[in-house]
Structure formats: C-alpha cells, structure tokens
C-alpha cells in the first residue's frame, strides 16, 4: 500500500472543491467518511486529520450526501463527536446496501480521475481499507506485456487503450481514459494489476505520451509511485473500475487471449460451400474415357 507522504497534507484534498466548475465537496465528504470507517481505531493525529477536513466540507454538502455520511458514522462506534454534532440529526438514507455500496465506488473512480497526482497517492494509500469489490492481482503472460511494450513504444495509444482493455476486463472507454490521463497515475494502477516488470512500464511511461516523457520530474514520480503501490492496491482500483462499469474480465479467457486469433475466421463448411460455388459447372474428370482410349 502507498504510504502517505508527509508533504502533501490531507488538507490539499480542499482543492478538489470547484475544481473545472464542478464542485465536488459532496463526493469527497462522502468518500473519506468510507475511508474513515473501514479501520477499527484512528491516531489523534488521523483524527484531527479527517474531523478538520469533514467540518470544511459539511457545509457545502447536500442533504441526501449529508444523511448518508451521518449514517455511516452512526455505525461506528468511534465516530468523532464533532462531526456528528455538525451533521445534527438527519435521518439514514433509504438506500438498500447494495445500492449504497455501488455509488460509493462509482464515487471513488470520479475523485481519483479528477484528483490531483498528489490526492491520488493520498486515496491509493487508504484504498486497502475502503469497503467494496475487491480482484487478486492479475499476472499479464509475457505475450500481453510484450505486446503493450510495443504498442507504448510505438506511441500507439489507440492499440495500447485496446490490449488494456482486453487484459483488463475494462470498457474501451475507461481503457482509454486511463492511457490518456495527463499525469499518469491510472495507467501505473494497472500495469502493476498486470504485473508489469518496473523496466517496462518505465520504458512505456517514457515513450507512450511525450509530455509525460519530457518531465523528468513526472517520469520520476511515477516510478517512485510504481514502486510504493502495492499489487492489492492496485487490484482493488481495478476491481471498482470494472464494477464502476458493469463488467468483469471474461472467466474463459485469461488476461494474455489473443483477440486477433479469436476474430479470424475458421474454415467452416459455409466458407468451403462458398469456395466451392465460384464455378456453377460440374467438374469435369481428367481421366480419359476408357472407350475412347480402346479407339
């Protein structure tokens, strides 16, 4: 799991507020609050932490968003006072588990899409925590690592959106999201789901889009981030993108099936009927007629 690093307080999450117009304080209250409640006990220092931090938010938070988190903290018994006392007393949400547990996770993929590099380590460091779906980590064959080198250093992003998608169990849409982010963080989540050796991600992260590339700095952190995230971290993220879509990756057909192969097509007896009707004429034999050989 990522640690946290001590330069970018938890406070930088604020940021996210109206951030391209949107605000966003109502899904980020709701979020931390499920990261919150997942562990049994907090130091003062976490808790100073998420109470400064959900006190700054509650204000702009809706009522649904509102009786959601209060009724999150009711469920845990160390649920800071202040908090609850600033969310008064409204009524739980009348939302099934299931339902409940869908939104938090569709939560969670538009905060991490729309968080800054910095809140991205911040949320892959508490995700081991989060309630929600969760997938082992994946192992890529050396065919499908070999092929996403190739596509990356071709800086084919539209061939290698494809084969993540395919080894990920993923939408095309979300598979090119993440190869198109600007910073890059999602595409470090799912090349070390795939264990991806560190030398070929960053060979990718060098060539598959140049403005990341060109910045050292950027190249660096995302080595750096490469290194510290864990592989069931990693999995987890890629356990909610897929449930944030509907999908999971096919049970048949392992992360390395060649697609390519699969739309071939086989020599069926359609194909040899067709084949065969290209001259309507009946055949003749090359054999010489026995009488007319006799003469």
């Given at each position: 799991?990522?640690?946290?690093?001590?330069?970018s307080p938890i406070d930088?999450?604020v940021?996210?507020?109206?951030?391209?117009?949107?605000?966003?304080?109502?899904?980020l209250?709701?979020?931390?609050t499920?990261?919150y409640?997942?562990v049994?006990?907090?130091?003062?220092?976490?808790?100073?932490?998420?109470?400064?931090l959900?006190?700054g938010?509650?204000a702009?938070?809706?009522e649904?968003t509102?009786?959601?988190v209060?009724?999150?903290?009711?469920?845990?018994?160390?649920?800071?006072i202040?908090v609850?006392?600033?969310?008064?007393?409204?009524?739980p949400?009348?939302?099934?588990?299931?339902?409940?547990?869908?939104?938090?996770?569709?939560?969670?993929?538009?905060?991490?899409?729309?968080a800054?590099p910095?809140?991205?380590?911040l949320?892959?460091a508490n995700?081991d925590?989060?309630e929600g779906?969760?997938?082992?980590?994946?192992r890529?064959?050396a065919d499908?690592?070999?092929r996403?080198e190739?596509?990356?250093?071709?800086?084919?992003a539209?061939?290698?959106?494809?084969?993540?998608e395919?080894?990920l169990g993923i939408?095309r849409a979300l598979?090119?999201?993440?190869?198109r982010?600007?910073?890059?963080e999602?595409?470090v989540?799912?090349?070390?789901?795939?264990?991806?050796?560190?030398?070929?991600?960053?060979?990718?992260?060098?060539?598959?889009?140049?403005?990341?590339?060109?910045s050292?700095?950027?190249v660096?952190?995302?080595?750096?981030?490469f290194?510290e995230?864990s592989?069931?971290a990693a999995?987890?993220?890629?356990?909610?993108w897929q449930?944030?879509q509907?999908?999971?990756r096919?049970?048949h057909e392992p992360?390395?099936?060649?697609?390519?192969?699969?739309?071939?097509?086989?020599?069926?007896p359609?194909?040899?009927e067709?084949s065969?009707q290209r001259d309507?004429?009946?055949?003749?034999s090359?054999?010489?007629?026995?009488?007319?050989?006799r003469g």
């Amino acid at each position: 799991m990522v640690k946290s690093s001590a330069d970018s307080p938890i406070d930088s999450l604020v940021d996210l507020a109206c951030r391209d117009g949107v605000d966003i304080r109502p899904t980020l209250l709701r979020v931390i609050t499920d990261l919150y409640v997942q562990v049994p006990a907090h130091t003062s220092e976490e808790e100073t932490q998420y109470v400064e931090l959900a006190l700054g938010l509650i204000a702009a938070a809706d009522e649904p968003t509102r009786a959601a988190v209060t009724a999150r903290l009711r469920d845990y018994p160390a649920a800071p006072i202040a908090v609850l006392r600033k969310l008064g007393a409204a009524p739980p949400p009348a939302e099934t588990p299931a339902v409940r547990k869908s939104a938090e996770s569709n939560d969670l993929v538009d905060l991490f899409f729309a968080a800054s590099p910095e809140e991205r380590r911040l949320i892959l460091a508490n995700l081991d925590l989060a309630e929600g779906p969760r997938g082992a980590p994946l192992r890529a064959a050396a065919d499908t690592i070999a092929r996403l080198e190739s596509a990356g250093l071709k800086r084919n992003a539209g061939e290698f959106a494809r084969i993540l998608e395919q080894a990920l169990g993923i939408s095309r849409a979300l598979a090119e999201r993440i190869v198109r982010d600007p910073t890059g963080e999602p595409l470090v989540v799912a090349a070390k789901s795939l264990g991806m050796p560190a030398p070929v991600f960053q060979r990718i992260i060098l060539m598959l889009d140049p403005a990341i590339g060109q910045s050292i700095e950027r190249v660096y952190g995302l080595a750096h981030l490469f290194e510290e995230l864990s592989p069931q971290a990693a999995a987890r993220m890629v356990a909610i993108w897929q449930a944030e879509q509907g999908r999971t990756r096919p049970a048949h057909e392992p992360v390395y099936w060649d697609d390519e192969r699969r739309g071939a097509s086989p020599r069926s007896p359609h194909r040899r009927e067709n084949s065969a009707q290209r001259d309507p004429r009946p055949r003749r034999s090359t054999r010489p007629d026995r009488n007319e050989s006799r003469g």
